[in-house]
């Protein structure tokens, strides 16, 4: 099964100022397709996950642009440009690429 | 509006059974993998069980194969779970997501397995 490893656990920030998360699987996410399906997903306090990344960069509609997606292979990043206070919450990376399905351990982004 | 509703959820005793339901509406549910993903209390998501367009194909996490049963019902846009055999480590908030890469889900519904 594919581990998926987030990092840092927690993320103080300051509001305005940008907040990055790693993500690394223990395999290679590229499908015999040639996509790459690594997602992004922000659950914010007493809410439902909700998907902000598909396929590493691709913002879901009504994602701010403030949310971005890169890397590949085995390594990925999400980058919030300048954090609002709306943007508290866990966030979850999430491989569909290799069966089963698998998510990182979350990473909590808080105001400092 | 895309709109995923979950249902059943409630306490039941170790060994028992519950049955969720998830009814969509927004979208031709027909078209759509479904999956079940969980997350116990405080911890993080945990994928469950999938089924594919027509139902023809389920899948399970080896943590409940053998004692969930997922199935949909295409002319009434319905996923069902049924749960057999629960265990206090199945409490959790059962969600139902769209397609393989999860692109909307519901609100939850929580399911407390406690004697």
């Known amino acids: 099964d594919v581990v998926m490893t987030q990092s840092p656990l927690s993320l103080p920030v300051t509001l305005g100022q940008p907040a990055s998360i790693s993500c690394r699987s223990s395999?290679?996410?590229?499908?015999?397709?040639?996509?790459?399906?690594l997602n992004w997903f922000q659950q914010r306090p007493g809410q439902s996950p909700r998907r902000l990344i598909y396929?590493?960069?691709n913002r879901d509609s009504g994602v701010p642009d403030r949310f971005s997606g890169s890397g590949s292979g085995t390594d990925f990043t999400l980058t919030i440009s300048r954090v609002e206070a709306d943007d508290v919450g866990i966030y979850y990376c999430?491989?569909?690429?290799?069966?089963?399905?698998?998510f990182g351990g979350g990473t909590k982004v808080e105001i400092k | 509006e895309v709109q995923l509703v979950e249902s059943g959820g409630g306490l039941v005793q170790p060994g028992g059974s519950l049955r969720l339901s998830c009814e969509a509406s927004?979208?031709?549910?027909?078209?759509?993998?479904m999956r079940w993903v969980r997350q116990a209390p405080g911890k993080g998501l945990e994928w469950v069980a999938n089924?594919?367009?027509?139902?023809?194909?389920?899948s399970y996490a080896d943590s409940v194969k053998g004692r969930f049963s997922i199935s949909r019902d295409n002319t009434r846009n319905s996923l069902s779970l049924q749960m057999i055999s629960l265990r206090a480590e199945d409490t959790a908030v059962y969600y139902c997501?769209?397609?393989?890469?999860?692109?909307?889900w519901g609100q939850g519904t929580l399911v407390t397995v406690s004697s």
């Open positions: 396929k590493v960069s």
């Open positions: 395999q290679s996410l590229v499908h015999s397709d040639g996509n790459t399906y």
């Open positions: 997501a769209r397609g393989p890469n999860l692109d909307t």
């Open positions: 927004g979208f031709t549910f027909s078209n759509y993998w």
């Open positions: 999430m491989q569909a690429t290799q069966w089963p399905l698998s």
């Open positions: 089924i594919n367009e027509d139902g023809s194909k389920q």
